[in-house]
Structures are given as structure tokens and as C-alpha cells.
């Protein structure tokens, strides 16, 4: 599988360089090492997304099962608990009664495992459960863990031009791809990728008219990321909600926080196997690539599209205010642990965020009632 991956995928990308001249901008490099069809990371088969890296999987996966015989690369929220859609059901169904609407939107839906937890939740109060993911590797897997729920589940091949429920999204804007822009004594250049003479990817930084948004004084050099992807995504399904609110949940910071002078070496990392690493140009296709998320920028882009931010904290904050503690109590020991990380600050409690955006007047939701943050974006 390694070599049926990495050897198209780099001729692939190869070519691509070579149809521009030789220099790649980075955002069109990572949307070919994740999503080239068929072989970018989320594209080909290979499981990624679980508790597990593959060697520990030999015995038993993380219940003592043995349906996980391949390995994975990281583990998002809703693998680690259940209690994490549980909880957000809790949300989603007061967004539904507030708007009158039925249906959810998941974007970028995994395992399916997300879907499966506020599905069993919420049961026929949704009447349509959604699901826009571009790897059609993953939809596959989404369609097996959620058989159970026939008709109520519909992939979604083209977004609708009207929107009415709830749009989701966990670990979404995280995985779309990123330009990477290097500050030099002052200026600005956009770090793109070429071929050395072993035709290996190497960095290639050009001068450029991008710059971060806000100043940046650093007297390093400053690499960081901007993201238009992400920006475009938001606004189109901003754009597109009538009626309803949409909940994104992802790693990140504001924009003050997130071009700090300190965070000089940006914050774009890969993962494999459950270890973190900063080398993208390698391993292409193997590897998971992602950065986290400017929740200003998305902010900002949302209320440019008509759109309210209803509310803005940490992961920690929102499942409390959902009411993840009384699920914890009643859980049995080893889910109550695996609930907690979802609230650890050392874990993923303070560096997920969550923020809510809605079509209509402000209203407050349940998820925002303690410690909004929205002031701080
Ligand atoms: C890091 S995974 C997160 C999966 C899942 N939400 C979870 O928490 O386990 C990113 C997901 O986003 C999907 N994705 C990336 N860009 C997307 C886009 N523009 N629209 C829909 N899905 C997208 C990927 O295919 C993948 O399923």
C-alpha cells in the first residue's frame, strides 16, 4: 500500500510542478497530498482516523474487539467518546426547536462515529441527517457504521442552495488546505514547493503580495499559515444558511493569538501513526497534514455573509454548558475517562474551540451560557 500511494501521488504532483513552471504554491500542494483521488491521504484506503497506531492493534482494538485490524493516524473527539456527541445533540436539538428546522449537515464526517452518537440521541427529531465529505474513501466507511439508520442518513454529492438546520463540522477546517508565508526582515514571501535534482520536494519560497492580517514583529524569520480554503468555505455555507446555525469545532486560536510573534514556525504539522511530525514533503499520502484554525478570520467571513456569531469558547466550556457532566457520572469507569480528555486543558479541552454562527437575530445558546469568549476574537 506504501509504494502504491506515494510513487503515483508524487508523479502526480511531480507533473503538476512541472506544469507551473517548476514552483507549486503550498495549498495546491496539500490538496493533492490529501484529496488527489484515489491516492491524497484522505482519498486512499488506508484507515486513519481511530485510537490506535497499527502495531498495538495486533492483539485487540480499544474495547477488546478485533473489528480494527489496521491501524490509524490520530484520534478526534468523537472516537475517543461518545459522550462528545452525546453532548452535542443536546445543542443541536435546542438550535432545532429554537429555528423550527429537522435536519443536520455534517461536513467531513469521518468514521461516521459523530453521526452515529447524535443519531442514537436524537432518533426522529432529525428528520434528515446530511453528510457533504469529498473523500469518497471515507464515505464508504461512514455508510457501514451507519446502516443501522437507512433512509434518515443521505450523502450529499453537491451542496443544496438553501440550507435550513444545523451545519456540524469537527476537525473540518483544520484539513483544508493552507498557504504558508515566511516573513523576511520585514517582507513578505509565499512558500511554495519545487523538485531538487533527485527529484525530491523541496521548499521554494517567492516573493509575494499575501501577507498575515494583522502586523506580525518578529525579528526571526516568521513562517505562518492564511487560509483561503477555509475562508471560502465558510462563506459559502454561510452564505447559503436560511435558517438554523452552524457549529464548528476544530484546534485554534484569534487572530491575535494566532500570528503571536512567538508562534514563529506557524503551526502546520502532519500525523502518522499517532506521532506528530513537521515534514510535509514527505511521505506524501501517508500522512495527514493539517493547521489549525483562525477563528477570527471565520468569524469575521460569517458576519461579512450575513451571519451572527452567537458564540465563541474552548471545547471544555461548550460540553459543560451541554451538560457532559451528568453523562460523565453516569458513565461506566473507562468511558468516564476517555470523557474527561475531552475536557483536560492539557488535552483537548482549551485548544478546541468551538464557535456557533446563526442565520436571524442573536439569540444565546445553551452551549455559550458560561464563558463566551466571542469578546476575545
Ligand atoms: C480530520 S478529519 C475529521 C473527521 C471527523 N469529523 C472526526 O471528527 O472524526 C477531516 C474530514 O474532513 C473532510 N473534508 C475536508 N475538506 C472538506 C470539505 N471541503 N467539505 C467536506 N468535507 C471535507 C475529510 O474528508 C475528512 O473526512
Known amino acids: 500500500m506504501t509504494e502504491s500511494v506515494t510513487r503515483p501521488l508524487h508523479a502526480a504532483i511531480a507533473a503538476q510542478l512541472q506544469a507551473q513552471q517548476g514552483w507549486l504554491a503550498f495549498d495546491a500542494f496539500m490538496q493533492m497530498a490529501l484529496y488527489e483521488p484515489g491516492l491524497g491521504y484522505y482519498s486512499n484506503d488506508r484507515r486513519k482516523i481511530g485510537l490506535m497506531p497499527a502495531r498495538e492493534l495486533a492483539e485487540a482494538g480499544p474495547n477488546g474487539d478485533k473489528q480494527s485490524t489496521e491501524g490509524s493516524d490520530f484520534a478526534t473527539a468523537p472516537e475517543m467518546s461518545a459522550l462528545f456527541g ?27 462515529t459523530l453521526a452515529r452518537d447524535i443519531l442514537q440521541t ?23 457504521t451507519l446502516a443501522e439508520f437507512g433512509d434518515q442518513v443521505q450523502w450529499l454529492a453537491e451542496l443544496p442552495e438553501a440550507l435550513e438546520g444545523v451545519l456540524l463540522g469537527n476537525e473540518v477546517l483544520d484539513a483544508m488546505p493552507v498557504k504558508l ?15 531538487d535534482a533527485s527529484q525530491n520536494f523541496v521548499w521554494a519560497d517567492r516573493p509575494t503580495v499575501h501577507a498575515a492580517p494583522i502586523e506580525v514583529h518578529c525579528e526571526q524569520d516568521y513562517v505562518t499559515e492564511i487560509h483561503p480554503w477555509a475562508d471560502a468555505f465558510v462563506r ?82 461548550f460540553l459543560a454548558n ?56
Not at 429555528?99 to 469521518?110: I, K, L, R, S
Request: aromatic content about 8%.
Open 236 to 317: 459559502t455555507t454561510s452564505e447559503r444558511l436560511k435558517k438554523g446555525a452552524a457549529i464548528w469545532i476544530d484546534y485554534g486560536f484569534s487572530e491575535h493569538e494566532f500570528y503571536h510573534p512567538q508562534r514563529h514556525m506557524g503551526t502546520l504539522v502532519c500525523h502518522f501513526q499517532h506521532q506528530m511530525d513537521d515534514l510535509p514533503l514527505q511521505q506524501v499520502g501517508l500522512k495527514d497534514i493539517t493547521a489549525h484554525v483562525n477563528f477570527t478570520a471565520v468569524a469575521v467571513t460569517a458576519q461579512q455573509a450575513g451571519l451572527e456569531v452567537l458564540g465563541y469558547t474552548s471545547q471544555a466550556r
Open 181 to 195: 508565508i515566511v516573513q523576511k526582515q520585514g517582507q513578505w514571501f509565499e512558500r511554495g514547493v519545487a523538485l
Open 86 to 112: 452525546r453532548s452535542i445533540a443536546a445543542q443541536i436539538l435546542e438550535v432545532l426547536e429554537h429555528t423550527g428546522t429537522d435536519c443536520v449537515y455534517e461536513f467531513g464526517a469521518g468514521n461516521g
Open 122 to 144: 436524537l432518533g426522529p427529531r432529525v428528520r434528515h441527517y446530511y453528510i457533504v465529505d469529498v473523500s469518497l474513501a471515507l464515505r464508504e466507511r461512514q455508510a457501514q
Open 322 to 377: 451541554c451538560g457532559i457532566a451528568a453523562l460523565l457520572e453516569q458513565a461506566p469507569l473507562a468511558q468516564r475517562i476517555m470523557g474527561a480528555k475531552l475536557l483536560h486543558e492539557h488535552e483537548m479541552g482549551e485548544l478546541f474551540k468551538v464557535i456557533m454562527l446563526g442565520a436571524g437575530p442573536f439569540w444565546e445558546p445553551l452551549g455559550f451560557i458560561n464563558g463566551d469568549r466571542t469578546h476575545t476574537l
